[in-house]
């Protein structure tokens, strides 16, 4: 069983940063693919950011250049760093571990709780 917990939500202006943490309880974390999800009021669930066992990265196209997917295997952590926030990011990010070998919503065998990120223009 894997257990996620995020962290590092909060308020901050457009173009501001922040760095959000997703901690893991696995022993197998190093094999582990860990993905960075987000979901809008009213909006679906999106793909934002995934890193695999290989530290092979993959982003949204709305993200790419601005956010950065990161794990640290001796915290069995991994974080994702936004910068240049957009009143658009704003969401619940949610971690997640894929069941299946795709980056799809559908796909993910885990998720965390989620933090909120709101994003003042």
């Known amino acids: ?3 996620l917990v995020e962290s590092g939500g ?3 202006q457009a173009g501001g940063s922040l760095r959000l943490s997703c901690a893991a309880s ?3 974390f190093s094999n582990l693919n860990m993905g960075w999800f987000r979901q809008a009021p009213g909006k679906e ?3 934002v950011a995934g890193i695999d066992w290989s530290f092979s990265t993959y ?3 709305s993200v790419k250049g601005r956010f950065t ?3 640290d295997s001796a915290k069995s952590t ?3 760093q936004m910068n240049s926030l957009k009143p658009e990011d704003a969401a619940v990010y949610y971690c997640a571990v894929p069941g299946g070998s795709t980056w799809r919503v559908g796909d993910m065998g885990h998720w965390g709780k989620g933090t909120l990120v709101t994003v003042s223009s």
Do not use: H, N, P
Request: aromatic share 14%.
């Open 10 to 12: 909060g308020l901050v």
């Open 59 to 61: 982003y949204a196209d």
């Open 69 to 71: 997917i990161s794990r």
């Open 45 to 47: 669930r999106e793909f």
């Open 1 to 3: 069983q894997v257990q």
């Open 78 to 80: 991994v974080y994702l």
């Open 26 to 28: 696995v022993r197998t």
